[in-house]
């Protein structure tokens, strides 16, 4: 299997702990990369009866965001990549899942339809503030009460475009959220996950 870079086992454990599993709706990311948390996802969602939408572009030039050490996004994901084709590792790694609903297009241009429901969505795709801000508002709309919504990379110092914004979401949404929790799930890397009301 492919190895997954967030801690997905100790995001999981959060949403079990909570009993997500019990409430309405499937189990949505924004940032599928190789599949390897996708996967994770899947098996612990088919357990529930329930799906996993997985977005992505999968290209991984796309994400030219800067880290403060002048290390580019698409250059870190290019070299785990290893010259391999994003999307065919990803297929790879997620074959034999049915309950995947995979989503090949730049997530600015993703919409859901009005009925669709989500208990738990977790956002780790283009970490410019403007796509950390859009991957908010392409989920939350549709997360139910007592769902939670993760962002990784969270005060996490090369990404700083992702602690502005999700700092700037949780102001402005501040009504609309039960619980705010920083949660290091994996590499010293926290995730800030929001519990809606």
């Excluded at 391999?84 to 989503?103: A, H, K, P, Q």
């Amino acid at each position: 299997m492919t190895e997954e870079f967030v801690g997905y086992d100790k995001l999981l454990r959060f949403v079990e702990e909570r009993g997500l599993q019990n409430l309405e709706g499937d189990l949505v990311e924004i940032g599928a990369y190789m599949g390897g948390g996708t996967v994770k996802l899947a098996s612990f969602a088919q357990k529930h009866g329930k799906r996993v939408f997985a977005i992505d572009v999968f290209d991984p030039s796309v994400d030219s965001t800067l880290g403060k050490g002048g290390v580019k996004a698409s250059d870190v994901y290019q070299a785990y990549l290893l010259g391999r084709s994003m999307l065919e590792v990803y297929r790879e790694t997620t074959s034999g899942f049915d309950n995947i609903v995979t989503i090949a297009q730049d997530s600015m241009k993703v919409r859901f339809p009005n009925d669709q429901r989500f208990m738990f969505g977790f956002v780790d795709g283009c970490h410019q503030q403007a796509y950390v801000k859009n991957d908010f508002h392409v989920i939350w709309p549709h997360l139910v009460s007592g769902g939670v919504l993760g962002f990784h990379d969270y005060k996490f110092d090369d990404w700083p475009e992702v602690t502005r914004a999700v700092d700037s979401l949780i102001d402005e949404h501040r009504a609309e959220i039960r619980e705010a929790h920083e949660l290091e799930a994996g590499y010293g890397i926290l995730s800030m996950m929001l519990v809606k009301k």
